[in-house]
Structure formats: structure tokens, C-alpha cells
């Protein structure tokens, strides 16, 4: 009987040491909504014919069972050809594992950034970046999340070097670098030369009255100097316009004394 009992005990205990392994990993796959994911940028970008790819994953508090594996692997979808890319896994360990892995504190929670880059191919302009995360403790694994992180990648130095293909009923199974459909848009760069410059010249002649320096109201209100101070006014203004220079000449008839002359001269 006392043998029976002990058996019985070891069976119980076997089997609440199972459950609460299951259960550890259940755990994290329901409350998955909790970690944060972002990427950088988003969407992702290419760069000399390659995608470099940086995700990073916060854990919160209580999250990261002490005793788990958690595995991270990144994967590249195209919506169009049904290509993917996975990237090189990242494995991330709970406080209790001894192991050589970047380790997620239970109580505190933690961040883990991931970096890798990838090849670039056309049948990616249009595709999904997925984050599949397994959990595994002991012989259990269970799938943590298999979640869409980011939406296509950005190929603007490519529509500028090659122009771009519009997707306005082209065929999207097209080879990659064949010619454009139809009704595709072409960016072209068009040379447009800039326009050439000229030399204006502009003057205004004042008269002043007999044996005097200064001019009298009637001079200062011709229609003539009202256009010449607009015109100067203009030209400051206008970005396209330039001042090159401005030159006063004044002269004085000999009429009368020479130090008389001299005076107005002064």
C-alpha cells in the first residue's frame, strides 16, 4: 500500500511539472499582444541592391517564462509571387537557462533589438515582413505569435536610376526588368536648361533750377521718377533680378561767377 502511494505521489507531481511547463508557454502565447514590435525604418528601405532590417522586441514585466527558449525569426512575403525570404533566427532565453543567448528577465521584462540584412529582388517592392516567435521549455514548444510587423520596402533610389512602373493593370507576374505595359507611367529626366541672362540698362535725367543745389517739386514729380524708383524697387524684390550697379553723375552749366559755380559744385 505505502508503495502504491509514493508511485501515486510521483505521478501527480510528474504531471503538475508538465502542465506547468504547458502552461508556461500557453501563457506567453495569449498574452502575446503585449510585447511590442517595431522595425526601422518602416517601411523598410533599399539601399545599394540590399535591405538591411532592424526589429525590435519589448518584453514586458512577468512575461518571459524564467525556463524558456524563445525563438525569432523574421520573414520576407511577397504579395504578388509568393516568394519568401526568412532571415537567420535570433534565440532568446529566460532568466533560469544557462545558456550563452540574450536573456529576458521575468520580473523586469526587457528589449531585444534585431539587425540582419538581405538581398533585395523586385518581387519584394510589394510584400510583407511576418515575426514568427516560438517558445520551447523542456520537450514543449509552442508558437508564440506568427504576426505581419511591416508592409513592403521603399525602392526610391531605384524609381530614381531606372524610372518607374506604374501598377495601373500591368501584369503583376511580369518578369522583373522587362519592358513597361502599355499603360505604365515612365519617370523621365527631362534636361531643362536654365534661362539666359541679359543686361538691362536704365536712366533718369533732373534737371536742377537756375543757380540752385537742390530739386524743385515739380522735377521730383515726374512721371519718370516715380517708374525709375519702382523699377529699383522691383529689382530688389525679384529673386530672378539683380543689381549690378548704380552711378550718379551731376553737372553744372557754366552761368555766372566762376565761386559762384563752385558753391553749387560743393
Given at each position: 500500500?505505502?508503495?502504491?502511494?509514493?508511485?501515486?505521489?510521483?505521478?501527480?507531481?510528474?504531471?503538475?511539472?508538465?502542465?506547468?511547463?504547458?502552461?508556461?508557454?500557453?501563457?506567453?502565447?495569449?498574452?502575446?499582444?503585449?510585447?511590442?514590435?517595431?522595425?526601422?525604418?518602416?517601411?523598410?528601405?533599399?539601399?545599394?541592391?540590399?535591405?538591411p532590417v532592424s526589429i525590435t522586441v519589448t518584453f514586458p514585466p512577468k512575461y518571459f517564462d524564467k525556463k524558456a527558449?524563445?525563438?525569432?525569426?523574421?520573414?520576407?512575403?511577397?504579395?504578388?509571387?509568393?516568394?519568401?525570404?526568412?532571415?537567420?533566427?535570433?534565440?532568446?532565453?529566460?532568466?533560469?537557462?544557462?545558456?550563452?543567448?540574450?536573456?529576458?528577465?521575468?520580473?523586469?521584462?526587457?528589449?531585444?533589438?534585431?539587425?540582419?540584412?538581405?538581398?533585395?529582388?523586385?518581387?519584394?517592392?510589394?510584400?510583407?515582413?511576418?515575426?514568427?516567435?516560438?517558445?520551447?521549455?523542456?520537450?514543449?514548444?509552442?508558437?508564440?505569435?506568427?504576426?505581419?510587423?511591416?508592409?513592403?520596402?521603399?525602392?526610391?533610389?531605384?524609381?530614381?536610376?531606372?524610372?518607374?512602373?506604374?501598377?495601373?493593370?500591368?501584369?503583376?507576374?511580369?518578369?522583373?526588368?522587362?519592358?513597361?505595359?502599355?499603360?505604365?507611367?515612365?519617370?523621365?529626366?527631362?534636361?531643362?536648361?536654365?534661362?539666359?541672362?541679359?543686361?538691362?540698362?536704365?536712366?533718369?535725367?533732373?534737371?536742377?533750377?537756375?543757380?540752385?543745389?537742390?530739386?524743385?517739386?515739380?522735377?521730383?514729380?515726374?512721371?519718370?521718377?516715380?517708374?525709375?524708383?519702382?523699377?529699383?524697387?522691383?529689382?530688389s524684390t525679384d529673386v530672378n533680378t539683380s543689381i549690378k550697379s548704380i552711378e550718379v553723375a551731376s553737372y553744372a552749366s557754366p552761368d555766372g561767377p566762376e565761386d559762384m559755380n563752385q558753391?553749387?559744385?560743393?
Amino acid at each position: 500500500m505505502k508503495k502504491k502511494t509514493v508511485n501515486y505521489l510521483a505521478l501527480m507531481l510528474a504531471t503538475a511539472f508538465l502542465a506547468s511547463g504547458c502552461n508556461g508557454l500557453k501563457k506567453m502565447a495569449a498574452n502575446s499582444d503585449l510585447v511590442e514590435r517595431s522595425i526601422t525604418p518602416n517601411p523598410l528601405e533599399m539601399h545599394a541592391g540590399r535591405i538591411p532590417v532592424s526589429i525590435t522586441v519589448t518584453f514586458p514585466p512577468k512575461y518571459f517564462d524564467k525556463k524558456a527558449y524563445l525563438v525569432c525569426t523574421p520573414t520576407l512575403k511577397s504579395d504578388n509571387f509568393g516568394d519568401e525570404i526568412k532571415m537567420k533566427n535570433a534565440t532568446l532565453q529566460g532568466s533560469a537557462v544557462k545558456d550563452n543567448n540574450t536573456t529576458i528577465d521575468y520580473k523586469n521584462g526587457g528589449t531585444y533589438t534585431y539587425k540582419d540584412t538581405i538581398d533585395y529582388s523586385d518581387h519584394f517592392r510589394s510584400s510583407d515582413l511576418v515575426l514568427n516567435m516560438k517558445a520551447t521549455k523542456g520537450t514543449k514548444t509552442e508558437t508564440v505569435c506568427d504576426i505581419k510587423i511591416g508592409d513592403g520596402v521603399n525602392v526610391t533610389p531605384l524609381l530614381v536610376q531606372e524610372g518607374i512602373r506604374v501598377d495601373n493593370g500591368a501584369d503583376p507576374k511580369a518578369a522583373a526588368g522587362s519592358a513597361p505595359a502599355a499603360n505604365a507611367g515612365l519617370l523621365i529626366d527631362v534636361n531643362v536648361p536654365k534661362p539666359k541672362s541679359s543686361l538691362t540698362t536704365k536712366s533718369l535725367t533732373m534737371y536742377y533750377p537756375l543757380q540752385q543745389s537742390s530739386f524743385d517739386r515739380k522735377e521730383q514729380k515726374k512721371s519718370e521718377v516715380a517708374d525709375f524708383v519702382n523699377l529699383l524697387t522691383d529689382a530688389s524684390t525679384d529673386v530672378n533680378t539683380s543689381i549690378k550697379s548704380i552711378e550718379v553723375a551731376s553737372y553744372a552749366s557754366p552761368d555766372g561767377p566762376e565761386d559762384m559755380n563752385q558753391k553749387l559744385v560743393d
